[in-house]
T-cell receptor, first 111, second 116 residues
Framework: GNSVTQMEGPVTLSEEAFLTINCTYTATGYPSLFWYVQYPGEGLQLLLKATKADDKGSNKGFEATYRKETTSFHLEKGSVQVSDSAVYFCALTRRGFKTIFGAGTRLFVKA | GAGVSQSPSNKVTEKGKDVELRCDPISGHTALYWYRQSLGQGLEFLIYFQGNSAPDKSGLPSDRFSAERTGGSVSTLTIQRTQQEDSAVYLC??????????????FGNGTRLTVT
């Protein structure tokens, strides 16, 4: 079946550090891949997406590339800010199936 | 336009009482999901609607939980005989074409349920 695996958190970084949150998936066919973010006290919102292999999704300085050969969709940011502190969820969607979420990775950024 | 609306935003109930949670999805969205999120935890899938039918309700924790959707729009999640372990934030999400390739989910702000 379809599944998503994320690196466990929490991840603690200093401001301006480089961020990588790993996400790998298992799916048949050609899923679309997403990163969602949940800021403290807020609801989940879409951060970025990619719908086919080699697509790169980007938003707010975050990027993730859909790698079919490694079944991965790692989230990266070159220089994190305190305001990036949040929980990040990787997810996949396949036509006709429910969306599958990873367990979430909590990020703390220290000033 | 309006986003996904959930009501009530907060609900405190006594153990053993029934509660009903409501979700108004974005107009025209065919897929609707219910999730549960306990403090500091990830998303626990409960049920997924495509139109008015529920092709996947595998996440409902027990037969005390049920959900329905009418007119392809509003959904209600009912918890009977609530228990303290039911305390959590219940999230609703909708998407425009269900399992279509590039349809993200739009989440409501959730209902925080506290069972005393």
């Amino acid at each position: 079946g379809n599944s998503v695996t994320q690196m466990e958190g929490p991840v603690t970084l200093s401001e301006e550090a480089f961020l990588t949150i790993n996400c790998t998936y298992t799916a048949t066919g050609y899923p679309s891949l997403f990163w969602y973010v949940q800021y403290p006290g807020e609801g989940l919102q879409l951060l970025l997406k990619a719908t086919k292999a080699d697509d790169k999704g980007s938003n707010k300085g975050f990027e993730a590339t859909y790698r079919k050969e490694t079944t991965s969709f790692h989230l990266e940011k070159g220089s994190v800010q305190v305001s990036d502190s949040a929980v990040y969820f990787c997810a996949l969607t396949r036509r006709g199936f429910k969306t599958i979420f990873g367990a979430g990775t909590r990020l703390f950024v220290k000033a | 336009g309006a986003g996904v609306s959930q009501s009530p935003s907060n609900k405190v109930t006594e153990k053993g009482k029934d509660v009903e949670l409501r979700c108004d999805p974005i107009s025209g969205h065919t897929a609707l999901y219910w999730y549960r999120q306990s403090l500091g935890q990830g998303l626990e899938f409960l049920i997924y609607f495509q139109g008015n039918s529920a092709p996947d309700k595998s996440g409902l924790p027990s037969d005390r939980f049920s959900a329905e959707r009418t007119g392809g729009s509003v959904s209600t999640l009912t918890i009977q005989r609530t228990q303290q372990e039911d305390s959590a934030v219940y999230l609703c999400a909708s998407s425009s074409t269900g399992g279509a390739d590039n349809s993200p989910l739009h989440f409501g702000n959730g209902t925080r349920l506290t069972v005393t």
